[in-house]
C-alpha cells in the first residue's frame, strides 16, 4: 500500500515492451488492436481506502490503451524515505491471459534517460496476475542499487531491464544512403564482434583515409553497452596512428545524436587538415580515443 500517495497526479513517464521480449514466449500476433486494461488492486493489498481508492481511479481512467500483448509499467510518484527510492506505478498487462513474473530486473531512470537506481525483484509472490488489468504497485530501491545519477522530480521512468543480442544502430541518413550490401557486411561485423561489457561505452575505428588536400576521414564503431540509450552532444576525439602518435585531434558537435542501447552506431567524423598534426600518418594501425 503505498500511504504517501496524496494527490492524483502522475510524475512518471511510461515504459512498455512486448510480451514476447518480457518472458520470452512467442505472442500470437496483435494486428494493432488496442487494449483498455481494468483497475485492480494485488489481494496483499487488503482493503483499500476509499481515498486512495479514488486516487488510483482516476490515474487509471487516464492511463491510455495498450497495444494487445504488452506489458507496461507507468510511474507515478516517487518517495525518499530511509535512503531508499520507493516507487509507486502501475504493472500494465494487455495480455489475453494471467502473466507471473519471476526475478526482474527494473531500471529507475531520471529525465535524461540515466540509470538511477537497478534491482533484481523477486516477483514471483505476486502470484498470476490477472488478463488485461492495470495493478498499482511499490517498488523499492535500497541505497546499494542506486548509482551517481540524480533522480529527477518529474518525467523519471519506471522500466524492465531487456537483454537482447548486440545491434547494428543506423542513423537514418545512413539507412538512406548505404546500399543493402555494406549494410548486410555492417551487420556481420558487428555481429562477429565481442561486445562491450555491461555499461561500456566503447569507441572502434573501422576506416580511415587521408584526403588529398589533407583532410582526415575516420568512420568509428561507437558501441554502447548500456541497456538504455545514450545522447551525445559534445565529443572530443584523437586519432593515433600505428606508432602511436595522436595524428588528428578536434571537438565534434553532435545534434540529436542518439545510441540505442546495447547497439553500435557507425559515424564518420571529418579532421580538417587545420586539425591534423603529423604530415606522415601510417593509418595500417589505427586507433580513437576520447581524451580524459
Known amino acids: 500500500m503505498l500511504s504517501f500517495l496524496k494527490k492524483a497526479k502522475k510524475k512518471g513517464k511510461d515504459t512498455a515492451v512486448s510480451s514476447a521480449q518480457l518472458f520470452g514466449q512467442e505472442e500470437a500476433t ?13 489481494p496483499s493489498w487488503g482493503e483499500v481506502g476509499q481515498e486512495q481508492k479514488y486516487i488510483y481511479q482516476f490515474l487509471h481512467k487516464e492511463l491510455p490503451s495498450l497495444q494487445e500483448n504488452q506489458i507496461s509499467l507507468a510511474g507515478i510518484e516517487i518517495e525518499n524515505q530511509d535512503d531508499s527510492y520507493h516507487v509507486a506505478a502501475f504493472i500494465r498487462s494487455s495480455v489475453p491471459k494471467p502473466i507471473k513474473f519471476e526475478a526482474t530486473t527494473l531500471l529507475l531512470l531520471n ?20 488478463a488485461k488489468v492495470n495493478m ?45 550490401e555494406g549494410k548486410k557486411q555492417l551487420r556481420e561485423l558487428v555481429a562477429n564482434l565481442t561486445p562491450p561489457t555491461e555499461g561500456e561505452i566503447n569507441f572502434l575505428g573501422l576506416q580511415a583515409r587521408k584526403q588529398e588536400n589533407g583532410d582526415l576521414h575516420a568512420t568509428i564503431l561507437m558501441r554502447n553497452g548500456c541497456n ?7 565529443l572530443p576525439l584523437h586519432i593515433l596512428d600505428a606508432s602511436g602518435d595522436i595524428v588528428a585531434q578536434g571537438s565534434f558537435t553532435l545534434t540529436n545524436f542518439e ?7 557507425p559515424w564518420t567524423f571529418l579532421f580538417p587538415s587545420s586539425l591534423v598534426t603529423k604530415e606522415d600518418i601510417d593509418l595500417s594501425a589505427w586507433k580513437a580515443v576520447v581524451p580524459q
Open 259 to 265: 545510441i540505442k542501447a546495447n547497439s553500435t552506431k
Open 30 to 42: 496483435a494486428h494493432n488492436k488496442t487494449i483498455k486494461p481494468v483497475l485492480y488492486f494485488h
Open 136 to 180: 498499482p504497485w511499490v517498488f523499492t530501491f535500497e541505497k546499494d542499487t542506486m548509482t551517481d545519477a540524480a533522480l529527477s522530480h518529474t518525467d523519471w521512468q519506471l522500466a524492465f531491464e531487456i537483454k537482447g543480442e548486440h545491434q547494428l544502430d543506423l542513423d537514418p541518413t545512413w539507412e538512406t544512403r548505404l546500399p543493402e
Open 228 to 234: 538504455r540509450n545514450i545522447h551525445l552532444e559534445q
Open 111 to 130: 529525465k535524461d534517460e540515466q540509470v538511477c537506481a537497478r534491482k533484481t525483484f523477486d516477483l514471483s509472490g505476486l502470484g498470476d496476475i490477472p
